[in-house]
């Protein structure tokens, strides 16, 4: 059964820090991963997929990396603004079950 | 570009009533997902639709909950009778594929069941 955990639970961090945030999964068959925000009241807004063949994406001040054997991700903020404050969430999407399956995010706080 | 769109936003009713939440997906898209947010299970995908029709409802809880998609503009959940523990938020999302393109979410509807 894929399991995906993110490491820590919740991150502050004062504003103009880079930051990385960790994505681990258990099952190395999938078909892609993605990086989604959510911010409080709001539903999920994409913001990178890394197909299983590709190793990172890159987007603005984002990058999402992927370790398919190792079964990592990581997604790196540089220079860190209040604005960035939300809850990020990783997803697999299973080439066993078809499905997206979601770690329980990381919430962070961007203080100014 | 209207994004997905739910209704209600919030939804507060009393155990044993029936609740119908709404979706219309963004224009051109074929897969339709419909996702429940718990503090304690996180995301779990409920039930997704191809082209209106259900492909998997292995996430439905209950045989209380239903989804219907009558046309490519329209979908809806129904929960009856519903329960307490079925409060949760309830996100509608829609993608060109299953995979390979990112799904976008609406902002889901906040259901609370005394």
Known sequence: ???????????????????VLNCSFTDSAIYNLQWFRQDPGKGLTSLLLIQSSQREQTSGRLNASLDKSSGRSTLYIAASQPGDSATYLC??????????????????QVKP | DAGVIQSPRHEVTEMGQEVTLRCKPISGHDYLFWY?????????????????????????????????MPNASFSTLKIQPSEPRDSAVYFCASSYSRSWQPQHFGDGTRLSIL
């Open chain 1, 1 to 19: 059964k894929q399991e995906v955990t993110q490491i820590p639970a919740a991150l502050s961090v004062p504003e103009g820090e880079n930051l």
């Open chain 1, 91 to 108: 997803a697999v999407f299973s080439g066993n079950t078809g499905k997206l399956i979601f770690g329980q995010g990381t919430t962070l």
């Open chain 2, 36 to 68: 429940r947010q718990t503090m304690m299970r996180g995301l779990e995908l409920l039930i997704y639709f191809n082209n209106n029709v259900p492909i998997d409802d292995s996430g439905m809880p209950e045989d209380r909950f239903s989804a219907k």
